[in-house]
């Protein structure tokens, strides 16, 4: 595609529910990012994988969170047992190399929100 | 946590006018990257600027960096109501590939 999609855009749930958020890089990225934005925040780390490998899971905030790029393109976000605190707006970032010299592209964001 | 600090937190202006922002941090890095959000949007990269440069331009976008002093600034000349966003700095460190956000600036431009 033209740009990173990310799916769902909202996304309610109600605490204790598990959720699956869905990013799509643009077609050859390497590098994929997923950072946590809170309302009036800047985006925090979460994960890193560099095609399918997962190189980098310390921003995770808890094992409720679990990522997973099984193919090296799409990568999606699981959220188990949701709680308040998560919600936010995640957004998925990629890039066209593993080097850490370049820009992002990031997708609009999943907005969860948990009741 | 956040490695940058913008500042200031909130900048309003009137259309026409410049508008300077400003952002710390704390480590030393091998790059520094500012990035635009509209409301409800995604971030949007606007210029990177290299340890080893001191300052750099894109259209209407000035950015310098101080390295010494661990910090690097945002102009924007000649505002117009669609520079209205919040704008972030992030930061890549030494030896690593993630970028580093601070919390933001959000700017708006006054018709």
């Known amino acids: 595609g033209a740009g990173v999609s990310q799916s769902p855009r909202y996304k309610v749930a109600k605490r204790g529910q598990d959720v699956a958020l869905r990013c799509d890089p643009i077609?050859?990225?390497?590098?994929l990012f997923w950072y946590q934005q809170a309302l009036g925040q800047g985006p925090e780390f979460l994960t890193y994988f560099q095609n399918e490998a997962q190189l980098d899971k310390s921003g995770l905030p808890s094992d409720r969170f679990f990522a997973e790029r099984p193919e090296g393109s799409v990568s999606t976000l699981k959220i188990q047992r949701t709680q308040q605190e998560d919600s936010a707006v995640y957004l998925c970032?990629?890039?066209?190399?593993?080097?850490?010299?370049?820009?992002?592209?990031f997708g609009e964001g999943s907005r969860l929100t948990v009741l | 946590s956040q490695q940058g600090e913008e500042d200031p937190q909130a900048l309003s202006i009137q259309e026409g006018e410049n508008a300077t922002m400003n952002c710390s941090y704390k480590t030393s890095i091998n790059n520094l990257q500012w990035y635009r959000q509209n409301s409800g949007r995604g971030l949007v990269h606007l210029i990177l600027i290299r340890s080893n440069e001191r300052e750099k331009h894109s259209g209407r976008l000035r950015v310098t960096l101080d390295t010494s002093k661990k910090s690097s600034s945002l102009l924007i000349t000649a505002s117009r109501a669609a520079d209205t966003a919040s704008y972030f700095c992030a930061t890549t460190g030494l030896n690593d590939y993630k970028l580093s956000f601070g919390a933001g600036t959000t700017v708006t431009v006054r018709a």
């Open positions: 077609s050859g990225h390497v590098s």
């Open positions: 970032a990629s890039s066209p190399t593993g080097q850490h010299t370049g820009e992002l592209f």
